[in-house]
């Protein structure tokens, strides 16, 4: 078992998909190999923030609101010197 290969397998080996001899031989490195063993667990954190953001339900109404607010005043600023024009877009 090689870093590369950790590097290659590791969100296969996250996601439990990885059949059980290859998935031994990751946990064998890892517990010897400190510097695999943080990569899988910032792979692992990443994921787990991923999926977590990805939920909608999670985000309460008043901080989606402010989220969009945000959104509208960076699309504004952005498009205001050239938009402001009225071009009749929407
Ligand atoms: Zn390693």
């Known amino acids: 078992m090689t870093h590369r290969k950790i590097f290659k397998n590791v969100c296969d080996f996250i996601d439990g998909e990885l059949d059980e001899a290859t998935c031994e031989e990751i946990k064998k490195h890892i517990a010897s ?8 667990d910032t792979v692992r954190k990443t994921i787990v923030f991923y999926q977590a953001n990805d939920a909608p ?19 504004k600023e952005k498009r205001a010197p050239s938009a402001a024009k009225g071009r009749g877009e929407k």
Do not use: D, E, M, N
């Open 57 to 75: 339900k999670r985000l309460p109404s008043a901080a989606k609101k402010r989220l969009h607010a945000a959104i509208a005043l960076k699309f």
């Open 33 to 40: 190999c400190p510097k695999c063993r943080i990569y899988v």
